[in-house]
């Protein structure tokens, strides 16, 4: 009896002069191609989907970069066990197909399991949320590369049929690497990416199994969920939602205050007071430059939604401001809802990375706002080295100031100790405002000022009574800080800042 997949498959004897239809042979291969690409596109999709709920730092991504290694390999394996039992590419294209329905339940399951997961750590939450979520289908689609090896190997010449596999499932994996960074995510979000993968290897499961009409036509079947149920809404306190290239920009309302989230819901980029300047948040206190300092021009690092410039406004209503934010989006929605905009009259706002741009900018400021953060509490490491305070203070004016947030909720404050450490390499003097809600106000100047002539700067400064107000707090807990002897210096060769701030985080100050 012929077999049922003779006309699909082609498979013939096995003497040397063995070929295969042309038409599948190109098949197997750009199964090989386009698994490579799913592949990649489902491990930087992770990155994004845990961001707002398990983290976005490089403990994540080391985390889940190490159990999605593990899943390739166990799919190696099993591919390579399967292809020597196999007559046919059945196997194989049901496994394909399989791995594209798991996909379907990871786009509306995923979300509910990270929210249960989000308390138990970088590591633990994520390994679990990889080998529950990820791990599956990767196995899966990464039997393709040995199992089409075995397929084609049959007509001979072993070396150049694996190197043409790799090379085309390697290619594929570019392509995924930048379908998905630069195309999927930013234009179209996390969810729908994930549903391009999900139908990209459903269909692919299927097409393979064209000679099975009935598993097939199963197999789609399933994709018409996507045509039957709705996206889901934003949650009601949340107005306002966008993916970028760097973020999950998130604006949330509630209470009667507005906050800008950056991947991770729990920690505000910006706070604002809804039809109020003061909200009561650390970005109040960059208030405080313009009574320390007498200067006409600010810039600022790491505008996110603009709090700190407009409370700056309100104290000097004739500074110019030069606001520089890497994410466009985050510009979108400053303009959208926290009323800052660019204005030629007094405020121009660059999209750019803070440290590339200052590199070029060749202006010199009176003030430097520094607010640096991404995915929640984590600084990205090359903004507070001593390099890059140094590239700072070639821009500060000799009577300048520097203002800077350090978030820092761990009992021997290790982050704000070598925070204060790499600062003193480069200024003068270094104080600090610490607040009860474990942000730290740093402010250096490049002039020997001592804490008194600080404290008369801030007492007797402002007319307005909430500025008063603040002014006079501020003048009360500022003080002289002089890192500990053996803490590290940040420098462009060694900032182990997410190693601190991950302490901060585990064991926080009671």
Same mark, same amino acid.
């Given at each position: 009896?012929?077999?049922?997949?003779?006309?699909?498959?082609?498979?013939?004897?096995?003497?040397?002069?063995?070929?295969?239809?042309?038409?599948?042979?190109?098949?197997?291969?750009?199964?090989?191609?386009?698994?490579?690409?799913?592949?990649?596109?489902?491990?930087?999709?992770?990155?994004?989907?845990?961001?707002?709920?398990?983290?976005?730092?490089?403990?994540?991504?080391?985390?889940?970069?190490?159990?999605?290694?593990?899943?390739?390999?166990?799919?190696?394996?099993?591919?390579?066990?399967?292809?020597?039992?196999?007559?046919?590419?059945?196997?194989?294209?049901?496994?394909?197909?399989?791995?594209?329905?798991?996909?379907?339940?990871?786009?509306?399951?995923?979300?509910?399991?990270?929210?249960?997961?989000?308390?138990?750590?970088?590591?633990?939450?994520?390994?679990?949320?990889?080998?529950?979520?990820?791990?599956?289908?990767?196995?899966?689609?990464?039997?393709?590369?040995?199992?089409?090896?075995?397929?084609?190997?049959?007509?001979?010449?072993?070396?150049?049929?694996?190197?043409?596999?790799?090379?085309?499932?390697?290619?594929?994996?570019?392509?995924?690497?930048?379908?998905?960074?630069?195309?999927?995510?930013?234009?179209?979000?996390?969810?729908?990416?994930?549903?391009?993968?999900?139908?990209?290897?459903?269909?692919?499961?299927?097409?393979?199994?064209?000679?099975?009409?009935?598993? %097939? @036509?199963?197999? !789609? =079947?399933?994709?018409?969920?996507?045509? *039957? +149920?709705?996206?889901? #809404?934003?949650?009601?306190?949340? /107005?306002?939602?966008?993916?970028?290239?760097?973020?999950?920009?998130?604006?949330?309302?509630?209470?009667?205050?507005?906050?800008?989230?950056?991947?991770?819901?729990?920690?505000?980029?910006?706070?604002?007071?809804?039809?109020?300047?003061?909200?009561?948040?650390?970005?109040?206190?960059? %208030? @405080?430059?313009? !009574? =320390?300092?007498?200067?006409?021009?600010? *810039? +600022?690092?790491?505008? #996110?939604?603009?709090?700190?410039? /407009?409370?700056?406004?309100?104290?000097?209503?004739?500074?110019?401001?030069?606001?520089?934010?890497?994410?466009?989006?985050?510009?979108?929605?400053?303009?959208?809802?926290?009323?800052?905009?660019?204005?030629?009259?007094?405020?121009?706002?660059?999209?750019?990375?803070?440290?590339?741009?200052?590199?070029?900018?060749?202006?010199?400021?009176?003030?430097?706002?520094?607010?640096?953060?991404? #995915?929640?509490?984590?600084?990205?490491?090359?903004?507070?080295?001593?390099?890059?305070?140094?590239?700072?203070?070639?821009?500060?004016?000799?009577?300048?100031?520097?203002?800077?947030?350090?978030?820092?909720?761990?009992?021997?404050?290790?982050?704000?100790?070598?925070?204060?450490?790499?600062?003193?390499?480069?200024?003068?003097?270094?104080?600090?405002?610490?607040?009860?809600?474990?942000?730290?106000?740093?402010?250096?100047?490049?002039?020997?000022?001592?804490?008194?002539?600080?404290?008369?700067?801030?007492?007797?400064?402002?007319?307005?009574?909430?500025?008063?107000?603040?002014?006079?707090?501020?003048?009360?807990?500022?003080?002289?800080?002089?890192?500990?002897?053996?803490?590290?210096?940040?420098?462009?060769?060694?900032?182990?800042?997410?190693?601190?701030?991950?302490?901060?985080?585990?064991?926080?100050?009671?």
């Amino acid at each position: 009896m012929a077999h049922p997949d003779d006309a699909v498959v082609g498979l013939v004897n096995n003497s040397a002069g063995s070929a295969f239809p042309r038409a599948r042979v190109v098949f197997w291969l750009g199964t090989a191609t386009l698994t490579g690409a799913v592949i990649m596109g489902l491990e930087l999709v992770s990155f994004r989907l845990y961001a707002p709920y398990l983290g976005y730092s490089i403990y994540v991504w080391g985390s889940m970069i190490s159990v999605v290694m593990a899943a390739l390999s166990a799919g190696y394996a099993l591919g390579g066990w399967m292809a020597d039992r196999s007559e046919s590419d059945l196997p194989l294209y049901a496994t394909v197909l399989a791995s594209g329905l798991y996909q379907l339940v990871v786009v509306f399951g995923a979300l509910a399991l990270l929210r249960r997961l989000e308390g138990w750590g970088e590591f633990t939450g994520t390994v679990l949320a990889t080998l529950l979520i990820f791990a599956p289908p990767m196995t899966a689609l990464a039997i393709t590369s040995p199992f089409v090896i075995r397929l084609l190997a049959r007509a001979g010449r072993v070396g150049v049929t694996a190197g043409r596999v790799y090379a085309l499932s390697t290619v594929g994996s570019i392509a995924g690497v930048l379908a998905t960074t630069f195309l999927l995510i930013p234009r179209f979000g996390t969810r729908m990416t994930l549903i391009v993968l999900c139908v990209a290897s459903v269909v692919l499961g299927a097409a393979g199994l064209a000679a099975f009409k009935r598993i %097939a @036509l199963v197999g !789609l =079947l399933p994709l018409t969920i996507f045509a *039957l +149920v709705p996206a889901p #809404g934003l949650p009601i306190y949340e /107005i306002w939602r966008a993916e970028s290239v760097y973020n999950s920009v998130r604006v949330i309302r509630w209470g009667g205050y507005l906050w800008l989230a950056l991947n991770q819901l729990r920690y505000s980029h910006t706070t604002r007071k809804e039809r109020a300047l003061w909200a009561g948040s650390y970005q109040d206190d960059y %208030a @405080l430059g313009p !009574l =320390l300092v007498r200067g006409r021009r600010l *810039l +600022v690092l790491g505008m #996110g939604a603009g709090a700190s410039i /407009i409370v700056t406004r309100a104290v000097a209503e004739d500074i110019q401001v030069d606001a520089v934010e890497i994410d466009p989006q985050v510009v979108e929605a400053a303009g959208l809802f926290f009323g800052i905009r660019s204005d030629p009259r007094w405020l121009r706002i660059h999209v750019a990375d803070a440290r590339p741009w200052l590199a070029q900018d060749s202006r010199t400021y009176d003030l430097v706002h520094v607010d640096l953060y991404h #995915g929640g509490p984590y600084i990205p490491f090359y903004l507070a080295t001593e390099e890059f305070f140094r590239l700072v203070r070639a821009r500060l004016a000799a009577d300048g100031l520097l203002i800077m947030n350090v978030y820092d909720l761990g009992k021997k404050r290790e982050l704000l100790s070598a925070t204060v450490a790499t600062l003193q390499r480069v200024f003068a003097t270094v104080a600090v405002l610490s607040r009860d809600d474990g942000n730290h106000i740093l402010f250096a100047s490049p002039q020997k000022r001592t804490l008194d002539s600080l404290r008369a700067a801030l007492v007797g400064a402002g007319s307005d009574e909430k500025v008063g107000e603040l002014a006079r707090r501020a003048a009360s807990r500022i003080a002289e800080i002089r890192s500990p002897e053996g803490a590290p210096v940040f420098t462009d060769d060694h900032a182990p800042i997410e190693e601190l701030i991950r302490k901060t985080l585990v064991a926080p100050q009671p």
